[in-house]
């Protein structure tokens, strides 16, 4: 499901359920983040590439499993998100996200983590959490912002829309776009230039980068979990996931 593989200094870390565009559902979940742990305890990797498997990067979290949720269990699964993209956010040795495909929710949060992004020209990237009745639960409402601004992470959060590559390039989300056949290539490239860089140099400079962005960023994952557990207890998130489960037309929110 979450795959790990060495190549000299480098490793590629591959989400892989690409019968359900690799959603991340809670044993996802917890793999991803022992894999990341076994990658950070690996002293011979010097930078780790992140892609999913088949047409999508991460399609989301899966929905299957949320739609049931109440609001205690709600947050538990947002908390368990939280862990595991973190996990990979902390790694100390570079991260770099090849975007193959779709990037929604979760998927887009786990490209988030990421150090450095380079997306595929058929990538696309949205946080559409808005219009199945929750909130981004796995650090989006954090991180976004951090990345692209807070006016433009409220717009795209906030409308749930997708964008493609060219447009989050525009925005400072990812740093290249390339064609697909190229995107494996560019990110072994990048890789290859960091690891044969000073390796302690490497992980000091990117954790004191970090330091920039990671101010009081664990105490709005909490309160960002507690908000996400709460749409659970609504009724507008039960229709609405029911619906996407069952791919019929949803009924107009509510507010309850």
Do not use: W, Y
Not at 30 to 58: N, P, S, Y
Not at 134 to 152: A, D, E, H, N, Y
């Amino acid at each position: 499901m979450i795959k790990l593989e060495k190549d000299g200094h480098i490793a590629v870390l591959t989400v892989s359920r690409p019968e359900a565009l690799n959603a991340l559902n809670s044993a996802a979940l917890e793999e991803l983040r022992l894999r990341a742990e076994e990658a950070e305890a690996d002293d011979e990797i010097r930078a780790l590439i992140i892609t999913g498997e088949g047409k999508a990067f991460v399609a989301g979290a899966d929905i299957a499993e949320m739609k049931d949720l109440d609001e205690r269990a709600g947050r538990e699964f947002g908390l368990r998100g939280q862990a595991a993209l973190t996990a990979v956010e902390r790694l100390s040795m570079p991260v770099i996200a090849a975007v193959n495909g779709f990037a929604l929710g979760g998927g887009c949060e786990l490209a988030l983590c990421a150090d450095i992004r380079i997306a595929s020209e058929k990538a696309k990237f949205g946080q559409p959490e808005v219009g199945l009745g929750i909130t981004p639960g796995f650090g989006g409402t954090q991180r976004l912002p951090r990345v692209v601004g807070l006016s433009k992470a409220m717009e795209l959060i906030l409308t749930g829309r997708m964008i493609r590559a060219e447009e989050a390039l525009s925005i400072g989300l990812v740093d290249k776009v390339v064609p697909p056949e190229e995107l494996m290539n560019e990110a072994m490239k990048l890789a290859a230039m960091i690891a044969a860089n000073a390796p302690a140099a490497v992980r000091s400079s990117k954790a004191a980068i970090r330091l920039f962005t990671g101010a009081a960023l664990d105490a709005d994952l909490e309160r960002e979990a507690e908000l996400f557990g709460a749409c659970f207890a609504t009724n507008d998130q039960k229709m609405a996931m029911e619906a996407f489960v069952n791919k019929t037309e949803k009924s107009e929110f509510t507010g309850k």
